[in-house]
């Protein structure tokens, strides 16, 4: 009895200074990650509207919104932060759109857990190349093992198109909900 006694014991002081330690190390991380998250969504709004010098967030039809100005406070486009489910888990995408709100200025998948290799090819240059000055109306659309056509279409990657669908359907979803009121504002 004494023998269980003890093993339960050291057992529960172990369980307890871990789980102590663990929400210890979170709290302490958690600001520098948030704020790691913060300055990667900046560098990215750069990425995708180079003559953006200045932002300003609001929350549209359940998304962020990125208002990006020039140096004359003139809007040189729109960035709307979306997320929806891939393949293997959450993927979020920074969806840049023109001022003129007719096509995409580009895309930057932020972050995912696709398959290394397969859906992981979502980041690949060659993919998110494809999003460039592509037209969104009246939606954006994938095609496998052939060549896009049209105007509002993507080669999906081979081996990998429910992360491709997943891409596509996270912005047609997002701009379905946001465009409506950007286009108020104008």
Known sequence: MKLLFKMILVLGITAFASGFFLSFVYTKTLQEIEHNRKREIEVSIKELVPEGKRYKFSQLGGYKVYRVYN????????????????????????????????????????????TPGLGGKITSDWFVEQFKNLKFMPKIEYVKNKKPVKKNQIQAITGATISSSSVVRIINTAIKKVLPALENEK
């Not at 979306?82 to 003129?100: M, N, T, V, W």
């Not at 007719?102 to 696709?114: D, M, P, Q, R």
Request: aromatic share 4%; glycine share 12%; net charge negative.
């Open 71 to 114: 140096d004359k406070d003139e809007i040189v486009g729109y960035c709307i932060l979306a997320s929806g489910s891939g393949y293997q888990g959450e993927i979020k995408i920074l969806i840049a759109i023109a001022p003129d709100l007719e096509k995409l200025l580009g895309i930057k998948i932020v972050e995912n857990v696709e």
